[in-house]
């Protein structure tokens, strides 16, 4: 047998054994999902096979190109100026993949910006053991000004700086619901004839209902047909609050796929947004290569700002990846393409790979939320270089 076959039968027979020793034999999909994904022996993030890129199961715009990073670090520099150049400017990056994205800005702004690079402290919290020795073996401490940390470590209101995450949230465990016979009621997993399984009952927390309550969605509509289910990132509340404990005064930059409240609860979006991923294809069953793909969820940017907002972390602005790059110079990077001093054969490869950051059926349609805490009037004031408004005709 594979050892990663193995490894999906051990975690099988972790979750049995979970969804046995619970009091009602039944698990929450949040806790089979975080099993399938975060488990510290066979979880999909802990599995040494991961892989992310063009080869691997998904991948991310760092991993494209170095230019999304490039152009990043350009806008936590701005970040740095409108807060008046603080002595020390923490960036803390959660969830780092590899450890790509972190690379490229330091390596960026260790060229380009030396001043903005000695004031530099970088965290990463990872929550994956594999990835966080990826992400060490590729940035060595003794090369970087980079330390990990985990949440716990951080002291509150100890950050003066911003907090960033590429594709985290949507990885982020959730509950599922569904209407049955007009009824509001949660999925859970448990276990039938020797296979993970699907029941319903009574939701688990009350927590769910003001999730809904705070994004103005009311399941008893007659417009929300029987069988209709989606899903609850009642994670994204705890991830919020504590950035608001350890922020000071700074920026949250969430880049992810997702929609508006509107559009993620719509009537016709009656089987969700989950969706796994193996080995670069996608499909719908988390049931299967447990332990072995991806499991995902667009994200409920109405939520992110709604949330923050009562952790003190209000909404500055928002805008689709491809405005925000194209904003911050990748159009000025297409354009120089044209000057006859790169070879044929890169010309394409790199016109591709600038084309694919913003393609707005791809990468360039995420989205991109910025959130502020202790910021004044003067710091709200000033335009942000990745949020000036582009005339969106011009690059799709």
Known sequence: MLKGSNNSALLFEKIVDRIYTSSHKQITFAE??????????????????????????????????????????????????????????????????????????????????????????????????????????LLP???????????????????????????????????????????????????????????????????????????????NSPLYPDNYQTEINLYAFDILEKIAQTLK??????????????????PQRYEGTLKCYYQHRHHNNPYVNIGLQDITSHVNF????????????EKIDFTQQALFLMALG????????????ILLSKLWQRRNQLHELINPQGLGGFGILLQGKNLNAIHRQTSLKGFVKLDESTIF
């Open 249 to 266: 005064q700074g920026y949250v930059l969430t880049v992810d796929y997702g929609y508006d409240s509107e559009k993620y609860y719509h």
């Open 302 to 313: 109405t939520a992110l700002e709604k949330i923050g907002t009562s952790f003190d972390l």
């Open 32 to 137: 089979y999902m975080e099993m399938c994904l975060y488990d510290q022996q066979y979880g999909y993030y802990n599995s040494r096979a991961i892989a992310i890129g063009k080869e691997g199961d998904f991948f991310t715009s760092s991993s494209i190109s170095e230019d999304f990073g490039e152009l990043l670090a350009i806008q936590i520099e701005q970040f740095w100026q409108i807060l008046d150049k603080p002595t020390q400017f923490t960036i803390v990056e959660m969830g780092a993949g590899e450890g790509q994205l972190a690379k490229i800005i330091l390596d960026y702004l260790a060229i380009n910006n030396k001043d903005f690079y000695s004031h530099i402290q970088y965290l990463i919290i990872e929550k994956s053991t594999i990835l966080k020795e990826k992400q060490q073996q």
């Open 141 to 219: 401490s003794e090369k970087y000004p980079l330390q990990w940390a985990k949440w716990d470590e951080i002291p509150s209101e100890s950050i003066v700086g911003c907090f960033i995450s590429n594709e985290l949230i949507d990885a982020f465990p959730v509950h599922r619901i569904i209407k049955k016979e007009g009824k509001l009621q949660e999925i859970y997993v448990t276990v039938n004839h020797g296979k993970v399984t699907e029941k319903y009952g009574a939701l688990s927390t009350q927590k769910i209902n003001e999730y809904l309550t705070i994004n103005n969605i009311d399941f």
């Open 330 to 341: 990748l159009g000025d990077r297409l354009n120089n393409l044209s000057d006859g001093r």
